[in-house]
Nanobody, 125 residues
Framework: QVQLEESGGGLVQAGGSLRLSCAAS????????MGWYRQAPGKQPELVGS????????YDIESVKGRFTLSRDNAKNTVYLQMNSLKPEDTAVYYC??????????????????WGQGTQVTVSS
């Protein structure tokens, strides 16, 4: 079974920065897009953005454009989310997701059952 393990969350003041990391491990045949969802208290999860194996990025939340940067290390099956100029409204649990195929089958980023365990990001005002 492929595991997505996030790290790097925490408590930061508004205007501060955090860098989230997510490493995929297990018997992985291929990984295409990797990315991050976030879920704020009382809200549905929303896709923050994704990055392909060719390093093309897409940011789905208008308010993070210019502040958040996705990157990845294909050799390490790791995706990063650099978050700058953080705002209180960025407070959420951030989940790593990936499009991948393993010995157990193929899964898409949108399948929440296959996300990481999540890492809490709290931005204080």
């Amino acid at each position: 079974q492929v595991q997505l393990e996030e790290s790097g969350g925490g408590l930061v003041q508004a205007g501060g920065s955090l860098r989230l990391s997510c490493a995929a491990s297990g018997i992985i045949f291929s990984i295409n897009a990797m990315g991050w969802y976030r879920q704020a208290p009382g809200k549905q999860p929303e896709l923050v953005g994704s990055i392909t194996s060719g390093h093309s990025t897409n940011y789905d939340i208008e308010s993070v454009k210019g502040r958040f940067t996705l990157s990845r290390d294909n050799a390490k099956n790791t995706v990063y989310l650099q978050m700058n100029s953080l705002k209180p409204e960025d407070t959420a649990v951030y989940y790593c997701a990936a499009d991948y195929c393993s010995n157990r089958g193929c899964h898409r980023m949108s399948e929440s059952d296959y996300w990481g365990q999540g890492t809490q990001v709290t931005v204080s005002s």
